[in-house]
């Protein structure tokens, strides 16, 4: 499995691991393709009574074929959710958030592009980012923004990529912006037109 | 004092130039002839007359055009500018410290009136009269951060202070040395940082930000930065690099005189009191090697820092490709001779 | 001792508000304004006879829309460095003091949805200008207020007719309790705590508001942890060569003061850091009562807060 390197970039986030937060009152769990691995353990770790103030939401992305939805509904009967999709399983996490309180801890798990946009969606809520328990599970793959035109490319594995938007070869820095949930790619020949270096598969 | 606002350009023709007075102030950075990383904070205190720091704000011959290439940016990129909405007390804040400022260090331009909350503001070398409530956000044309910021020479960001922590969370960038508000708005002060070489592992960010967060009401500081810009082109934002990253290529032995200007930043920091924010004002000067070198001094110290530059930190700032060519250009001036002491030109 | 950025104020006035608590009205001399302030903000008063031997911080509790000049509310302790006594016994309407810039290290969260403000006794004083400056930017939030209701607490009808149904009143000489539980577990996503008052109330908050899983980002508090008093000590500065004794009442940041030197300093409550000097060594034990160093480096002995701890012991020698 791949694992992130520490960064010697301070923009990037630091995933410190999936573990309860004693005495909160509610734990909502947010969970995307292997990330389901992640859950699984920490629900390995709880008792019933962290289990019955537990609600999951799942989306299995690229990991369907591994069926880890069933194992987490096992565990959770009744409140674990799987959706179809990313876009899906954020439209339920805000209505959840819409309805949590300070005692509700929220948790997630999956590839660092899903991470951002629960981390996001979660700031738009009142929480503070670095109170949210996070575990990178899966792919390597980047959410790049192109700084010019500002649109997002998903799921970036090269060093460099051409925008899906505007056509320019970005290279992929590496500084991380948490409001956007993603990197930030820069054109890489503005000073030479057409002297792009090769793509390097750099984010498994 | 009778100084005369130049109609001149930063960008298609660049007709910018310094007076011969404008480079005689200029914030020359260097105070030796080798270069060294510092953090070189100093008290924000009131410097000679006619010098740059002679007032809180500094307003000089390119106001009235920067002004209007600030209006051009922003028209066609108003993600330059951003608030969170949390801020909105900073930018009042901001008002008040600028408006202040102004209207006390240069009444010959610009004038404030204070009833209570109902302030009069005059600024006669935009024309600009405006009366408006304090604290009400309706009665000016412009968010207050962004209403006074289009009448401010400098690029402006506004810290909020928490979680031991400051985070840029407001700011206006027209003129920036290649970086992005749109992107880095909402980042703490080690995060936005980030892209720096070597600071990180010298501590000197840790350093920077507990003196920072400890800074206090009516005792700001200030520090120099620098970097270089072909042609007299005050947006060079990433947003922007396609259209000038060709310029650097550009730059030739005979035309580096011309070409190549020394881009100093005089970065002032202030407690704001109803926010407890704290307002980062980044300053930009320009001046080209040729202007430059009317003070021979200048420029046997600025070849001679050109050439003790580490590589990374030449390649942060994005003179690899035409560092050579400033030194060559500036070998002229070397004799081999000592430089005095201090940053003033001979 | 006078600071060259101090405010020199005069006392305007002094009113009884509540048992053993005078409110006190400073104004610049100079007959300005002084600078604004937000809510939260303390300052600190040089105090004691000969032109300010020790220096306190109080908080501001007047309006920040004051623009004449600041308060500041004593309730009169038994500490035995005597600032609440100095103020109460010894200060009258018309003589001069030396006062600091204000400091604010307990803001406003800007970013909270909502703000729960808890205070006991004469901790309400940063509440009285925050929720002014909360209720003036229509910021959602809810003050509630532990004391001692036989002797008329202090400010309890300005706040109780300025706040309305925000205002929540628990006489704890009548055995009401703020229940804490009910209250923390209820309150909506975003919500930031404030606390204030005795170190009893504090610890029972920030306690009660872990246990049921509250980020401690969003959580704030202020103790007013006044330097406790100890055995005299010598210090030695090892860059002047300079020896200063500091006596039993006295701080070591005030003892280098008096001594001429004008080490760093801001909070004067052992919170900011701002006063860290390193240590080059220390005969006896250090008595670090700050809440900035951590563990391991109180434990490391490299460095003291000059305004709160001190040495048990002989000397101490500083890099300084």
């Known amino acids: 499995m791949p694992t992130i390197p520490p960064s010697p970039y301070k923009s990037r986030p630091v995933y410190t691991g999936l573990s309860w937060v004693a005495g909160a009152r509610r734990h909502l769990i947010a969970a995307e393709g292997e990330g389901a691995l992640a859950a699984l353990d920490l629900l390995a770790a709880a008792d019933a009574d962290i289990k019955s103030r537990t609600t999951l939401l799942y989306t299995p992305g690229g990991s369907k074929p591994q069926g880890h939805g069933a194992k987490l509904a096992a565990l959770l009967p009744g409140e674990a959710h799987e959706f179809p999709s990313i876009e899906t399983l954020l439209f339920r996490l805000n209505v959840e958030l819409t309805r949590a309180n300070m005692s509700t801890r929220l948790y997630t798990t999956g590839t660092e592009g899903f991470l951002g946009r629960v981390v996001a969606l979660a700031q738009s809520h009142g929480i503070n980012p670095m109170s949210v328990v996070t575990e990178h599970r899966g792919s390597l793959a980047r959410r790049v923004q192109c700084v010019h035109c500002k649109g997002f490319i998903e799921g970036v594995t090269t060093s460099i990529v051409p925008c899906s938007h505007c056509g320019i070869s970005l290279f992929v820095r590496d500084h991380y912006s948490r409001r956007l949930g993603a990197f930030q790619g820069v054109i890489v020949d503005a000073e030479v037109p057409g002297d792009v270096p090769a793509a390097e598969e750099a984010y498994p | ?346 | 001792m006078i600071h060259a950025h101090d405010i020199r104020v005069r006392v305007t006035a002094i009113e009884d508000v509540a048992a053993r608590t005078k409110r006190f009205r400073f104004e610049p001399v100079d007959g300005g304004s002084p600078p604004l302030f937000a809510g939260g903000a303390h300052i600190t008063v040089a105090l004691g006879d000969d032109d300010g031997a020790i220096r306190n911080p109080y908080t501001l509790s007047g309006s920040p829309q004051d623009r004449g000049g600041y308060e500041i509310t004593v309730l009169r302790t038994t500490d035995s460095r005597g600032g609440s006594a100095f103020l109460h016994e010894q200060v009258r309407v018309g003589q001069e003091l030396s006062i600091s810039a204000p400091i604010n290290l307990f803001p406003i969260n800007f970013l909270a949805r909502r703000h729960l403000l808890i205070a006991g006794g004469i901790g309400i004083t940063p509440f009285l200008s925050m929720t002014e400056q909360l209720a003036d930017l229509g910021q959602n939030f809810e003050l509630h207020y532990a004391m001692t209701c036989s002797g008329a607490a202090p400010y309890e009808a300005q706040l109780r007719s300025r706040l309305g149904r925000r205002f929540h009143r628990y006489c704890s000489d009548r055995g009401e309790r703020i229940d804490l539980e009910t209250l923390l577990a209820g309150q909506p996503l975003g919500t930031h705590l404030y606390v204030c008052g005795p170190e009893r109330l504090i610890d029972a908050t920030i306690a009660m508001a872990t246990s049921l899983g509250w980020p401690s980002e969003n959580i704030h508090f202020e103790r007013f942890a006044g330097p406790p008093p100890g055995d005299p000590f010598t210090v030695r500065l090892a860059k002047s060569g300079q020896t200063v004794t500091v006596g039993q009442h006295q701080t070591l940041l005030e003892a280098l003061e008096r001594a001429g030197v004008e080490p760093p300093s801001l909070c004067r409550g052992g919170a900011c850091g701002q006063c860290e000097l390193p240590v080059l060594s220390a005969e006896g034990e250090l008595l670090h009562y700050d809440h900035f160093l951590s563990e391991e480096a109180r434990a490391a002995g490299h460095s003291i807060m000059t305004c709160v701890s001190r040495l048990k012991g002989r000397e101490l020698v500083l890099d300084f």
């Open chain 2, 1 to 346: 004092m009778s100084l005369a606002f130049r109609d001149e350009t930063f960008r298609d023709d660049f007709t910018f130039y310094n007076s011969p007075a404008a480079i005689r102030r200029f914030p020359f950075p260097f105070d030796r002839d080798e270069y060294m990383y510092s953090v070189n904070i100093e008290p924000h205190v009131k410097g000679p007359v006619g010098s740059v720091v002679e007032f809180p704000i500094d307003i000089d011959e390119h106001y009235v055009a920067e002004m209007k290439e600030r209006a051009l940016v922003l028209q066609q990129d108003p993600l330059r500018c951003q608030s969170l909405p949390h801020m909105i007390t900073a930018e009042w804040d901001l008002v008040e410290l600028l408006m202040t400022s102004m209207a006390e260090s240069y009444p010959q331009w610009f004038s404030l009136t204070r009833d209570g909350d109902r302030w009069h503001w005059i600024n006669r070398p935009l024309e600009i009269d405006q009366k408006f409530t304090f604290g009400d956000v309706a009665t000016l044309p412009y968010p207050p951060m962004e209403y006074i910021t289009r009448q401010c020479q400098g690029d402006f960001s506004l810290l909020d202070q928490r979680e031991d922590n400051l985070w840029m969370d407001a700011g206006i960038a027209t003129t920036q040395a290649d970086w992005s508000l749109d992107f880095d708005i909402g980042m703490n002060f080690m995060e936005w940082h980030a892209p720096v070489p070597f600071a990180h592992q010298m501590g000197v960010f840790e350093r920077a930000l507990k003196y920072l967060l400890n800074l206090q009401l009516g005792r700001p500081v200030r520090r120099l930065n620098w970097t270089m810009t072909i042609n007299p082109r005050l947006d060079t934002s990433p947003e922007q690099y396609p259209h000038w990253g060709k310029d650097r290529t550009q730059v030739t032995p005979e035309n580096a005189g011309q070409k190549v200007h020394l881009r100093v930043e005089l970065q002032g920091l202030w407690r704001l009191p109803r926010s407890n924010a704290i307002v980062f004002s980044i300053r930009g000067y320009l001046a080209s090697l040729q202007e430059l070198s009317t003070s021979p001094k200048w420029a046997r110290r600025l070849s001679r820092i050109l050439k003790s530059l580490p590589d990374e930190i030449a390649d942060y700032k994005g003179l690899t490709r035409h560092r050579p060519l400033s030194i060559a250009w500036l070998s002229r001036f070397e004799d081999g001779s000592p430089t005095t002491p201090g940053c003033g030109p001979d």
